[in-house]
Every structure is written in C-alpha cells, then in structure tokens.
C-alpha cells in the first residue's frame, strides 16, 4: 500500500459515497494480497465476465458496507 | 455508477421495501464490477437458472438487508 | 413479487416463528433472481440433493436469522 | 418441520449450550431444505469427509453462534 | 463433544488469547461434524496444502472471532 | 503461533492502520492452520494471481476490519 493515507475516515456525507468507500475497501482488499497492477487487470476478465464471481465481489462490499453504514450510523 | 443519485438513504417504509432495497443494492454491487449491461445480460442465465447462483444471490441480499433493517431499526 | 405484501413485519411471536421466517427471506431471495418458479422445481434436485448446497442455503437462512433475532431482540 | 417446537428459546446456561444450539440451528437449516432423513444420512459420507464441506459447516455453525450468543448477552 | 466442558467461558485477558478461543471455536465447528479425529488428520493436506481452503478456514476463525471481540466488549 | 504477543490490542490510531489490522489477522488465521511459512510462500501462486481467491482473500479482510472498527468506535 502506498505511503499515501487512503482511508483517512469511514465518515461519509451521503449513502452512496459510502457504498462507494465500501467498493473502495473491497478493492483495497484485493490489491493487499495483489499489489501487481498489470497482473490484476489481466485477471480482469477472469471475473468480470463471469456471474459467480461478480456475486462474490458484490458479497465483499456487501460485507464492507455494513462497516461503513455502521460508521455513520446510517446516515440517519 | 451514474450521475443520478441512486441511494439517497436507507430509511423504507416497510421492511419489504427495504428487502428490495437490499436487492437493489446487491445488483450495484454488481454493476460496480461490471458496468456493461449488455455483458450482464448475457450472463444472466449462468446464475439464474444455476441453484448454486440463486443461493449465493440470496446470501448477498441477507447481507445488505441486515444492513438496511438496522439503519431502520427494524421498523419496530 | 407480488402485489401483496409478504414481509409487513420481521416481529413474531417466538424463535421459532422467527427461524421461519428467515427461511422465507431466504426464499424470497433466491425468487428475485429467478422469478419462474417453474424453473425453481426443476432445479430443485441440484441442490436438494447435495450436501454443500444444502450447507450453502443453511447459512442464508442463518444470515437471515440473524437479522430477524435482532429484530425481535432475542425474543429475551 | 414437525409441530412440536424445536426452538424455544435463545437462551442457555453456559457458552458451551449456546454452541450446541447453534449446531442445531445448522442442521434445521439443511433440514428445512431436504426433510428426507434418509436422503441426508445417504450424503453424509459427501460432507463429513471432505474438508472444505467440514469448513462450510463450522461458518454456519459460527454465524448462528453469534447470534445465539448475542441473545445471551455473551454470557457476561 | 465430551462431557468435559470445553467453552466455560468466552473472556479472554487479551485479544490474542481471544483469538485463540476463535481458533478453537472453529476447529469444534468442524469435530461437531466430524467427530473421527483419525479421519480428520488424514483430511489435513486437502485444506493445509490449499491455498483456498486456508483462506475459508481463516474466514471462520474471522467470523468467531466477531463473537468473541463483542463479548470481551473489544478489550478496551 | 510464536511465544511473542502479536495482537496486544485492537486499537488503531487511524482507520487506515486499523485495516493493516484487518490484514494481519486474516494471516494470522492463515498461519494458525498452516505454520510453514515455507509451504505458504510455494502456494501463493494458486490464489494472488486468480481473481476469485483474491475476492475471497478480500472477504476476510473485510470481516476483521468490522471487527477493528467496531472495537475503534469506527475512529468516530
């Protein structure tokens, strides 16, 4: 990960930017494991053209969306 | 992801429109991998007519309706 | 889904009331996918009749009882 | 299921009951998917030997044991 | 499962012996269903040797570990 | 597991730090059921470089980092 902070908060201002942190969480996941840039975007067919794997990448941010809705309180 | 707000907040009426609010979030989960929705339909019959895909689909849809049946405090 | 309403309440009477209606979310999940139910009964046997599909479907129904206990808070 | 109740209540004695019922909350999931006894036994060597089933029951079995646990107020 | 109570308790003094107590609550999901410790052990290379079975079988210990964090009010 | 404490506390000063946390312990659960490190290194091929075990790997990410966070008060 770079040196650079890229989850300064979980506080968002609306909903969907928090689905969109939820979405960036589950990528930083991803790149954890797999730094390799050029590797990750050959996979990229791999998985974005097949059914299962789109629902298991909706899963993961699913699962970091309940984290970030906490965070806010659901924004209620 | 559109311009469109598409998740002005998780507060429902019910809890049946907050079950399809957890559909809808389970599908932009999806769209957020793939945005192309031509390809997404195509797909559509490896995982609707797999029982193992239905079940999965429904696994991401519990989670996000834990999600929004607490930011409704469960509409008690 | 149908016009009528199917979910109006996640309260019930007792755990066990609770659990079945956590089976029945989890249903409802997998038929929002794949609303034909025709279709549901012809695949009934690829996962009626294995054993990690049916470990697979118990754990949506587990997510699903989750959300419904905490609903009912514990039925304590 | 069969008309007696199985599921009284969330609450037990010790931690330790909590977890036996959450192994009983797995298997009423499986069965609620396939009832036929019979069938089950017939598929338990699929499972019970196979490691990757034998780790998809412990999930189960661990997501009913928060909730079970969670009606318990942890045992404090 | 013996007659030896083996979950007297789910406090820990810290969170590493917490974890630890989620190791261990993972593994008797697994004996709870396979309760042969002979069997068990000739399974052990089918998941060790395995990348994806290692990372399900961390995936449980994560989920137990939820339970055990929350009943130790996160050792704060 | 080695005699030195490698989980004092789940307190982070920041998110960022609280999801290098999250990593650590999805290893962590890793390491518990295979402790060569060797072994772990010749299987790293098998999922950093496919996609769906990345997801997976992302997965228990994002279950221990609800754990960090909510142990952090999500760094409210």
């Known amino acids: 990960m ?3 902070p890229w989850l300064p908060t979980l506080i968002t201002s609306t909903p969907q930017e928090g689905y969109e942190l939820a979405i960036k969480l589950s990528r930083m996941g991803v790149k954890s494991t797999q730094p390799n840039v050029e590797l990750l975007k050959k996979m990229r ?4 053209e097949n059914a299962d794997s789109l629902t298991k990448a909706s899963q993961v941010i699913a699962i970091n969306f309940q984290t970030v809705a906490a965070a806010n309180n659901y924004w209620r």
């Open 2 to 4: 770079s040196d650079q």
């Open 45 to 48: 067919p791999d998985y974005a």
